[in-house]
């Protein structure tokens, strides 16, 4: 059911799922907006794993987790306010993706939603990419430690079968951790 334009003297019904479909735009806004905020919090905990910063990680991502935790009140009260138009427009049984309560709104907010999707869409895309690129490069890091940590524990205990105990590092051993 798709309504037409709400000014040509439409009943209560239009004018509510109308005046819904615009709180479901200001929604969306903020939703991108969120998103953006992600995306930024994510590109500074990626500076912070390339800086080997721990305490500028540690406060990227806390503010992250904030952004996430708000970003997840905003897609709660967004699918709320699309079961409440899908109620008003009398489709309880219709997806409740933004796509599908477009099909209930005028076609003026079908307009100016449409884009809001387009670009929320691609924004959470983003921040998808931003985070895998994060996991690669604290698994990249981890890697990097473990190797790191085998090395250390090579030179510092070399054994020359599996029942000898630890030795003490002897001179060769320190040239070596030096070049390695």
Do not use: F, W
Not at 3 to 14: E, F, I, Q
Not at 23 to 46: C, D, N, P, S, Y
Not at 121 to 143: K, S, T
Request: charged share 25%.
């Amino acid at each position: 059911m798709t309504l037409t334009d709400s000014a040509n003297g439409a009943g209560p019904a239009t004018r509510a799922i109308t005046r819904a479909g615009k709180r479901l735009k200001g929604l969306l806004m903020q939703e991108l907006l969120q998103q953006h905020r992600i995306l930024a919090a994510t590109v500074q905990i990626r500076e912070a794993i390339i800086e080997r910063d721990t305490l500028a990680l540690g406060c990227c991502q806390q503010a992250h987790h904030e952004a996430m935790r708000k970003a997840e009140r905003l897609g709660a009260d967004r699918m709320a306010l699309s079961r409440e138009i899908l109620d008003q427009a009398g489709q309880v049984d219709s997806e409740t993706g933004i796509a599908g309560v477009l099909r209930c709104l005028s076609e003026e907010l079908q307009a100016n939603i449409e884009p809001l999707r387009m670009d929320l869409i691609i924004a959470a895309g983003n921040v998808e990419r931003a985070h895998l690129l994060n996991r690669d490069l604290l698994e990249n890091e981890l890697e990097y430690v473990g190797i790191s940590l085998e090395v250390l524990a090579r030179a510092a205990a070399p054994r020359r079968d599996y029942s000898l105990p630890l030795q003490r590092m002897g001179t060769p051993a320190i040239i070596l951790d030096k070049v390695a």
